[in-house]
Structures are given as structure tokens and as C-alpha cells.
């Protein structure tokens, strides 16, 4: 069964520093690829997605995401993180076209330090 | 325009009660969600349907019944509660498309099983 991976799953920075959240995925497939952030006491937001085309993908916020399909991977990256970043962040996959069994990762924290 | 709305916020129940978690969307998507989401385990689906009078089962089903007769509702039921269903249960919507359209989300029910 498809299953994703969040191998991080608290995190702690200082403001300014980069950040890079790993997410894996283990369908072999064609894939739709997914980061979500939930802030404290609030529902899950789309940050970015990827389907299709540029590998490099950027999304709100600052944040942006890569797809390497030879690791199985689309990590979530920023490179100047601020105390408001302070949240779970999700990835989520779909499989292929036509399917729409959404499978989340178990999440990462994030807290960022003033 | 609400977007996605789960009521109730919260609720307590005694093991063996049934009840309903009311959602509903009004931005005309053809696909709708549930999730649960428990500490350290990210969100897990629990049954979804790509439109009125088709459903179909996640990756835990089993203690929750579903039904779509509308395009705008899907409630979702749990028969006879029992204590390892207390979690926080999300709905989400989004179009259809091939599986890489973006899930909103509602604000979430908090249920306890006592």
C-alpha cells in the first residue's frame, strides 16, 4: 500500500535559519504530491502542490518543494524561516490520474524561536 | 461563501452511543473527505466519494458508515462509539480532476469517547 514518510517529526529553529523537511513516498508510479501547514488550532492549508512539469515548485509564503522522483522525494524547503512559521506541516500524495485516496505523512512540527 | 463546515465543534460521548458529524460544502466539489487525525499518526482517510450516491472506503473505515446524497453533505456516522474513535475528525472537499486538486478544509470536530 502506497505510504508516505516524515522522518523529522519536531523540529526546532532559530528565526532566520533555513529549514528542509524530508517527505518519501513509495508508490513507483506517476504521482501527485502535496504540503499542507496547520497552525495552531486551525485546519490544514495548501502550501504548494505538484503534478506535473517543473520539478521545483513554489508555493506561499516563501516555501518551495522538490520533486526527485529517483529518491521518491519532494521535500519542503525555506530559506529564512520566522517565528509565524510555527506549525505542523503535512505532506500528502495522491496516486497517478484518476485516484483519490489521499495518504498524509504523520507531520512535522515546527517551532521557531524568536 | 463558508467554504466547508463541520458541526458539531465538539462533542463527549459514552461508549456504544451513535452519532453524526455533519459536513457541507458550498463550492459545487465533487469530491468530498473524512479524516481523522491523532497525535504522532497525521491525518488518516477514512472514507471518501467522488459524488452524490458514490462512496468509497480509506484507510480506516472500519466503525464509521457514510452516505452522499447531495452534492453539498456528507455526514458521517459513527454506530456504537467506542473510546480508540476519540480523535479530531476533519472533511475536506475539492474538484475532481485527476487527483491533483488541492483538499479544503473544514475547522474540525473534537470528539471524546468516554
Known amino acids: 500500500a502506497q505510504s508516505v514518510s516524515q522522518h523529522n517529526h519536531h523540529v526546532i529553529l532559530s528565526e532566520a535559519a533555513s529549514l528542509e523537511l524530508g517527505c518519501n513516498y513509495s508508490y513507483g508510479g506517476t504521482v501527485n504530491l502535496f504540503w499542507y501547514v496547520q497552525y495552531p488550532g486551525q485546519h490544514l492549508q495548501l502550501l504548494l502542490k505538484y503534478f506535473s512539469g517543473d520539478p521545483l515548485v513554489k508555493g506561499i509564503k516563501g516555501f518551495e518543494a522538490e520533486f526527485i522522483k529517483s529518491k521518491f522525494s519532494f521535500n519542503l524547503r525555506k530559506p529564512s524561516v520566522q517565528w509565524s512559521d510555527t506549525a505542523e506541516y503535512f505532506c500528502?500524495?495522491?496516486?497517478?490520474?484518476?485516484?483519490?485516496?489521499?495518504?498524509f505523512g504523520t507531520g512535522t512540527r515546527l517551532k521557531v524561536l524568536a | 461563501n463558508a467554504g466547508v463546515t463541520q458541526t458539531p465543534k465538539f462533542q463527549v460521548l459514552k461508549t456504544g452511543q451513535s452519532m453524526t458529524l455533519q459536513c457541507a460544502q458550498d463550492m459545487n466539489h465533487e469530491y468530498m473527505s473524512w479524516y481523522r487525525q491523532d497525535p504522532g499518526m497525521g491525518l488518516r482517510l477514512i472514507h471518501y466519494s467522488v459524488g452524490a450516491g458514490i462512496t468509497d472506503q480509506g484507510e480506516v473505515p472500519n466503525g464509521y458508515n457514510v452516505s452522499r446524497s447531495t452534492t453539498e453533505d456528507f455526514p458521517l456516522r459513527l454506530l456504537s462509539a467506542a473510546p480508540s474513535q476519540t480523535s479530531v475528525y476533519f472533511c475536506a472537499s475539492s474538484s475532481l480532476g485527476q487527483g491533483n486538486q488541492p483538499q479544503h478544509f473544514g475547522d474540525g470536530t473534537r470528539l471524546s469517547i468516554l
Open positions: 500528502a500524495v495522491t496516486e497517478g490520474s484518476g485516484t483519490y485516496k489521499y495518504i
